[in-house]
């Protein structure tokens, strides 16, 4: 499509990418002491995005995203829903987005929009204004991906440094390289080209968008889920406190290839007693936590490949329709 032809949304949620740095070479401390443009300031410094499609701002948050909530994904949601029924002529909407949990943004959106037009999450590692800043290009190779035919039906996408990412894989691998996001265990969606070709290599074959079963509509946050790490010696307590904190599930990221230790095992049972679903995730950063029979009857459900915080978004999803094991189990078998 040519710029005349597609309409995109371009929704602010804050970040690194929306930030004003301090001077060029402030790289690290602009998210402390600098200021958040909005989403027509942040467009007006990509011309080119005329080339691609009419881009119409809309202004969501002007934060950074630690400090996004699962409230913050419930209203993003609605957005995004309201946005594609009032302009059916949207071709795509991208979302910027700070780096630190944008994936689980992506994942969140991923599970429960129903739609099948392209929604592209993007985000940055530097300023906008600082030196060998990647803002501006992906912020229009999202655009690009967004307003494109070929990215219809694929769900939610992550676009950054040229490449495209399924919101079920990408995650976050390095604090402040350009090339932090990874898709560890099946690889990247596609590629954004320097030549303006935008390659798809493969589709996410999880159930994703219009496929899925999740209704999230009416609710004003989540079941509470919490995560807690495994290390030598972990004793448990975390698993307590949290019971305790009201949690209605808690993901223990276990040692590889999915093994809390004794004491975790332990605190797990207590945490069952109280009615708290008990899911295995791994530190690892890779690989897949297969729901082993010793696992099943230690209590705990294994998160599959999603990393800790990704199970996290997905138990809590799922605790709002069920609370068996056996059908959490379906959701990380499915999702």
Request: net charge negative; with cysteine; charged share 25%.
């Amino acid at each position: 499509m040519s710029g005349t032809e597609s309409r995109v949304a371009v929704i602010g949620t804050g970040g690194t990418i929306a930030h004003q740095s301090r001077g060029r070479l402030d790289l690290v401390e602009y998210a402390d002491h600098g200021r958040i443009q909005s989403s027509a300031e942040l467009l007006a410094l990509v011309p080119e995005l005329a080339g691609v499609a009419e881009v119409v701002p809309v202004d969501f948050r002007e934060l950074s995203s630690t400090k996004i909530t699962p409230k913050d994904w419930l209203e993003l949601g609605r957005v995004i829903t309201a946005l594609e029924r009032e302009d059916p002529s949207l071709s795509g909407i991208v979302v910027t987005h700070g780096t630190a949990s944008l994936e689980e943004t992506a994942y969140f959106l991923n599970l429960t929009l129903r739609t099948a037009i392209p929604v592209v999450l993007v985000g940055a590692q530097r300023p906008a204004d600082a030196m060998g800043t990647d803002a501006l290009i992906n912020l229009y190779d999202a655009v690009r991906v967004a307003a494109s035919s070929d990215s219809r039906g694929m769900g939610v996408l992550v676009v950054m440094d040229q490449q495209i990412h399924a919101a079920r894989e990408v995650t976050k691998s390095s604090t402040l390289r350009l090339d932090a996001f990874r898709s560890p265990e099946v690889g990247v969606l596609g590629e954004v080209g320097g030549d303006g070709r935008i390659e798809f290599y493969r589709s996410p074959r999880r159930a994703h968008t219009v496929a899925t079963e999740f209704d999230v509509e009416g609710l004003n946050d989540l079941p509470r889920v919490d995560i807690t790490y495994s290390y030598a010696g972990a004793d448990g307590t975390a698993i307590d406190a949290f019971v305790a904190a009201g949690a209605r599930a808690i993901v223990v990221a276990t040692m590889a290839p999915g093994k809390p230790t004794p004491d975790e095992i332990a605190a797990g049972g207590r945490a069952r007693d109280c009615g708290v679903l008990m899911i295995a995730g791994c530190r690892a950063g890779s690989g897949r936590v297969p729901q082993r029979a010793l696992l099943w009857e230690q209590g705990f459900v294994a998160a599959d490949h999603l990393n800790p915080q990704k199970a996290r978004v997905l138990a809590a999803l799922a605790l709002t329709r069920w609370s068996q094991m056996s059908d959490i189990r379906r959701m990380f078998d499915k999702y």
